[in-house]
């Protein structure tokens, strides 16, 4: 596994989408920062995403996800949330991406698996058009506990750094762009954060 490469997972199906827009933020953030990124927009994967029968054939382009993932250090994942659920097409890429054998391993004696992704970080960024309240109050904030602890942390993705965007329905074009200008902030700061420790270091000599 690489120790610098970043992957930007984009999961939202339309490529005019805010997702789109925040995925590109993201990323021109941590580069700014240093960060070698990859960019992994699904919806242009040619892949069939039901998980039809244990032992599936991987298409090209799932094969090709698998190892981008194997190098990278940090993924980000940025899509979003429809029916309190992500969107089938990423769903579907972690249906048949996710397997045991790649993603974790069952181990006898054992109840929990062995996580298999363990050394890499991710973030999340989640857009939905409920109100906060709303999502924790009536939904118990169901993406968290399904996408980020349910899928993430189970293959051991450590840490997450999550960030949740709100009432997006209501944005107008000056709230996009400030939304765009955060999140391109989050992916400088996961850049600088994340960095490995010695290149910290060097870095930090060489700007002073």
């Known amino acids: ?42 919806r242009e994967l040619s892949f069939d995403p039901v998980l039809r029968a244990p032992g599936q054939q991987l298409e090209p382009d799932l094969l090709q996800a698998r190892r981008l993932i194997e190098e990278a250090r940090h993924v980000a994942w940025i899509f979003p949330c429809w029916w309190m659920g992500p969107p089938a097409l990423l769903k579907g890429f972690v249906d048949r991406l996710f397997l045991p054998g ?19 970080s991710a973030r999340q960024i989640v857009t939905m058009d409920s109100p906060s309240w709303w999502y924790a109050l009536a939904n118990h904030r169901a993406i968290h506990g399904a996408f980020t602890t349910g899928t993430l942390s189970f293959v051991g993705f450590a840490p997450i750094r999550t960030r949740t965007v709100y009432q997006t329905r209501t944005l107008d074009e000056r709230g996009r762009e400030k939304l765009r200008i955060t999140v391109e902030g989050d992916g400088a700061k996961d850049a600088l954060h994340l960095r490995p420790r010695g290149l910290r270091a060097s870095r930090g000599a060489l700007a002073r």
């Open 1 to 42: 596994m690489s120790n610098e490469t970043w992957l930007v997972v984009d999961g939202h199906p339309s490529a005019g989408s805010l997702g789109h827009a925040l995925a590109d933020a993201y990323a021109r953030g941590a580069e700014g920062a240093g960060a070698p990124v990859r960019r992994l927009a699904l």
């Open 102 to 120: 790649w993603a974790y391993r069952y181990e006898k004696g054992q109840a929990l698996p062995v996580a298999l992704l363990a050394g890499r």
